[in-house]
């Protein structure tokens, strides 16, 4: 049984960081991203990486101030996120695969087969 677990969510005040994490069980995966869904708005991408190799790249809206990492070993893929402002406000996912993703659809929710349940993160100014 395929399983995507968030965790690190919470309330934080303007220029505060956070650590999402998120556990994976149930199969091997290629490549795992975060997307965020603020109310009333569409899902997101945030950031991406492969398994193999590491290579990652993020979002314009977060870029230099999230960053996304794994940890093989434990099956955890991570998203740090620093300098948080009231617009990252939003429930956060984790997304894997295990197919063969190239990087220019490496955005698209459709790219991504499992997700996990969510982890709300709030900024408050």
């Known amino acids: 049984q395929v399983q995507l677990v968030e965790s690190g969510g919470g309330l934080v005040q303007v220029g505060a960081s956070l650590r999402l994490s998120c556990v994976h069980s149930?199969?091997?995966?290629?490549?795992s991203a975060w997307f965020r869904q603020a109310p009333g708005k569409e899902r997101e991408f945030v950031a991406t990486?492969?398994?193999?190799?590491?290579?990652?790249f993020t979002s314009d809206s977060v870029k230099g101030r999230f960053t996304i990492s794994k940890e093989n070993a434990k099956n955890m893929v991570y998203l740090q996120m620093n300098s948080l402002k009231p617009e990252d406000t939003a429930v956060y996912y984790c997304?894997?695969?295990?197919?063969?993703?190239?990087?220019?659809?490496?955005?698209?929710?459709?790219?991504?087969?499992?997700w996990g349940q969510g982890t709300q993160v709030t900024v408050s100014s």
């Open positions: 990486i492969r398994w193999s190799g590491g290579s990652a």
């Open positions: 997304a894997s695969t295990g197919r063969g993703i190239i990087t220019s659809e490496a955005a698209r929710e459709t790219s991504y087969d499992y």
């Open positions: 149930g199969r091997i995966f290629s490549r």
